[in-house]
């Protein structure tokens, strides 16, 4: 099993940036993919970005692609979302995932998640 920590949320002007971090530990060794969902207050949780173990396949939203960056550093089991040009319909809390094997979109694929961290972005 995989256990996620998130952190790096907070309030941002529009145009401002975030990054996002997301703490591994547990059965870390196995290969793993990690991604970023998020969900705003009345709405349903959407994906975020998507990023394979080697970080060589990353997938992303259509409304975060060119200003969200999703990497990882293995070495320190960490996963990161950089945001940058931050918009009020951002807002929402981000939460890490993690499955064995390839990265994909879609929610019910990943097996952990995190407890998830707030953004804020105002206008």
């Known amino acids: 099993q995989v256990q996620l920590v998130e952190s790096g949320g907070g309030l941002v002007q529009a145009g401002g940036s975030l990054r996002l971090s997301c703490a591994a530990s547990?059965?870390?060794?196995?290969?793993?993919?990690m991604a970023w969902f998020r969900q705003a207050p009345g709405k349903e949780r959407e994906f975020v970005a998507a990023?394979?173990?080697?970080?060589?396949?990353?997938i992303y939203a259509d409304s975060v692609k060119g200003r969200f960056t999703i990497a990882r550093d293995n070495a320190k089991n960490t996963g990161y979302l950089q945001m940058n040009s931050l918009k009020p319909e951002d807002t929402a809390v981000y939460y890490c995932?993690?499955?064995?094997?390839?990265?994909?979109?879609?929610?019910?694929?990943?097996?952990?998640w995190g407890q998830g961290t707030q953004v804020t972005v105002s206008s």
């Open positions: 995932a993690a499955r064995y094997g390839l990265a994909y979109a879609q929610d019910v694929r990943y097996d952990y």
């Open positions: 547990g059965r870390t060794s196995n290969s793993y993919a």
């Open positions: 990023i394979s173990w080697s970080g060589g396949n990353t």
